[in-house]
């Protein structure tokens, strides 16, 4: 039985890391394209080009704003090829990354990532999600390998919008029970292979320290001031989460994305926040105890994560629209059958309504 293990070569993390950027880059090529989103850009612009530039690269900006479209992508491929670009540094949040990674998928450029919130783990994924204008996702794009270096600067994380800061912890705290599901149920990882061992020890060191860490790392957030609890909780929202789940694989957590994502009143919602509904529909299908679910659902509550398709501005009847998540789940989700138990569409809109009614019982 084949496995593969990938990973991104190299993650640098820590306060102040930004002013290694130039150093890191410099070791893949020497004109890079900055792709940024126009808010990064007025903030933190005048830093990255800084940095860059100690380095002695040659640089050109891309602002990015809006979705990660087909039509996004082609753009900055094509700013990509006209400057000749052997490096694209990706910096912001997860749009503008999976662009960028889109445009190196296109280019062969190689990809340095920048991420400046901790909102999903998609800085150390080759995966580039692309959606259409109205944030439905239409198909994902693989790079040939992990990106070749992450730098993470918790300075300037922690003083990014919390609401992204607890979406990461949703999207992360998914990964234990997906990756154990879909071994379980014999489904491969995101490299075409069976999951190794280390895989699920990453998702479950994932999740321990989330548990362990994330009120605290919450704390000092809105402190403003980056310490151990708050190192410890991005280390696993964006490297653990994301060596575990395309090592490990996914399963109805993340599936439910794609249902979520057909109603149009849950267009608001972050990515993480979904899959952290995901997460308690998935473990409602495991067959989970009810005190483990409300265990669950208890840190939920103290995190600020969704418990409710209300909580995530969705104020129509469950009833209404628990069949159509389900139907478009089942038909469009490529992990949705990554689950011991048997799982269908009826069952799936079962388990919508099951969360629904623990959350009203709350």
């Not at 960028?100 to 296109?106: F, L, Q, V, Y």
């Not at 901790?118 to 992990?146: G, Q």
């Not at 979406?167 to 599901?181: L, N, Y």
């Not at 608001?268 to 659902?297: N, S, T, W």
Request: charged residues 20%.
């Amino acid at each position: 039985m084949l496995r593969i293990f990938g990973s991104p070569s190299r993650y640098l993390q820590g306060p102040g890391a930004l002013a290694r950027l130039g150093e890191t880059v410099l070791s893949y090529g020497s004109r890079v394209l900055l792709v940024a989103d126009t808010v990064v850009l007025a903030r933190y612009g005048e830093r990255f080009e800084a940095a860059l530039e100690r380095a002695g690269l040659k640089t050109r900006v891309a602002a990015f704003s809006g979705e990660c479209t087909a039509a996004a992508v082609g753009a900055l491929t094509d700013e990509a090829m006209a400057f000749e670009a052997g490096v694209v540094v990706a910096a912001g949040g997860g749009k503008a990354i999976d662009a960028a990674k889109g445009a190196c998928i296109a280019t062969g450029a190689k990809i340095v990532v920048v991420p400046t919130v901790a909102s999903n783990d998609s800085p150390t994924s080759r995966l580039s999600v692309i959606y259409d204008e109205d944030h439905v996702l239409r198909e994902v794009r693989r790079l040939p390998a992990n990106p070749d270096a992450i730098v993470v600067d918790t300075s300037i994380i922690v003083a990014a919008p919390e609401r992204f800061f607890v979406a990461g912890i949703g999207d992360a705290i998914s990964k234990k029970f997906e990756g154990a599901q879909n071994m379980g149920a014999g489904g491969d990882n995101f490299y075409g292979a069976k999951p190794s061992f280390l895989s699920i020890q990453l998702a479950d060191a994932c999740f321990d320290t989330l548990m362990r860490h994330g009120e605290g790392a919450l704390a000092a957030l809105r402190r403003g001031v980056p310490d151990e609890a708050f190192e410890r909780t991005v280390e696993a929202t964006i490297l653990l989460s994301g060596l575990a789940f395309e090592n490990a694989g996914l399963s109805i957590a993340h599936s439910l994305t794609r249902g979520l994502s057909a109603i149009p009143a849950l267009h608001g919602a972050l990515h993480g926040e979904e899959v952290a509904y995901g997460l308690l529909v998935q473990l409602f299908m495991e067959g989970r105890d009810r005190a483990f679910i409300q265990e669950i659902a208890s840190f939920y509550r103290r995190v600020g994560l969704p418990l409710s398709l209300r909580d995530m501005g969705c104020e129509a009847d469950p009833a209404a629209i628990a069949p159509t998540i389900a139907k478009v789940t089942w038909e469009r989700a490529p992990y949705v059958r990554n689950l011991v138990a048997p799982v269908d569409e009826a069952r799936l809109a079962r388990a919508v309504l099951a969360v629904e009614a623990l959350s009203a019982r709350r």
